[in-house]
């Protein structure tokens, strides 16, 4: 499997966690997010303020974006986070093995993964 930096080191648990709880739902709030992580298993007793942080660093980061703005109970605003397309593609890369589509993928589908590559290498340059 493709290591993708995103699910490595001591935030990866959390981070995969998050991602999932937002592809199951379309936007939600932190505190929204906070409440179903607190229903798995893992994560019973996790902080808001360790998902407050971590939500922040992966939309500094191009995982997560700000869709829109809800207003709470108490009549604050709070904003709406969903996921990403860089987030989806961590985690399609983060599921597949590479030894094995270099293998077994159809020539087109490895021209396309080669233009992708190619393209954001040499184009994307920052």
């Known amino acids: 499997m493709a290591r993708v930096a995103v699910f490595k080191g001591r935030d990866a648990r959390l981070n995969k966690a998050i ?3 937002l592809a199951q739902q379309d936007s939600l709030t932190i505190y929204d997010i906070w409440r179903k992580l607190r229903t798995r298993r893992d994560f019973t007793y996790i902080p808001y303020n360790t998902i407050n942080r ?5 939309e ?3 995982y ?11 009549g604050f605003t709070a904003i709406l986070y969903q996921l990403t397309a860089r987030a989806y593609l961590a985690i ?9 589509f270099i293998e077994k993928a159809p020539e087109a589908s ?7 590559i190619i393209f954001a290498k040499y184009f994307l340059k920052a």
């Open 19 to 21: 991602f999932w709880v």
């Open 110 to 116: 490895i021209l396309s993964a080669m233009e992708a």
């Open 60 to 62: 500094e980061h191009g």
């Open 92 to 100: 399609l890369l983060d599921k597949i093995d590479i030894d094995n």
């Open 54 to 58: 971590r939500v922040r660093a992966l």
């Open 64 to 74: 997560i974006e700000k869709s829109g703005e809800r207003k709470t109970k108490t």
